[in-house]
């Protein structure tokens, strides 16, 4: 079993910085990527930002130059540093950890959820 937990969300102001962090744990055997997914009030849920475990990077369009993706010195531990938030970025962040439990399961897993909200 793997254990996703996020932590780091809150209330900012437009033009603030949050940074989000996220440990997966458990029965892992190979961590293939981890990364970050958002879904506001009444959308699907989108990918913000994603991280392989050669550290290769992929942005959405709307939070390049923005966001960074960083991995912990503990590989299994990731960062989503935001900056320059806006109104819509206000969504619930989700983390999510792709990983092998043994060299034929391969499954994605998710964690809880923060809230980042930005709002004056």
């Known amino acids: 079993q793997v254990q996703v937990v996020e932590s780091g969300g809150g209330l900012v102001q437009p033009g603030g910085s949050l940074r989000l962090a996220c440990a997966a744990s458990?029965?892992?055997?190979?961590?293939?990527?981890m990364g970050w997914y958002r879904q506001a009030p009444g959308k699907q849920r989108k990918l913000v930002a994603t991280i392989t475990s050669s550290d290769s990077t992929n942005y959405a369009d709307s939070v390049k130059g923005r966001f960074t993706i960083s991995r912990g010195n503990a590989k299994n531990t990731v960062y989503l540093q935001m900056n320059s938030l806006k109104s819509e970025d206000t969504a619930v962040y989700y983390c999510?950890?792709?990983?092998?439990?043994?060299?034929?399961?391969?499954?994605?897993?998710w964690g809880q959820g923060t809230q980042v909200t930005v709002s004056s």
């Open positions: 999510n950890a792709n990983v092998n439990t043994g060299f034929w399961s391969r499954d994605d897993y």
């Open positions: 458990g029965s892992i055997w190979r961590l293939n990527a």
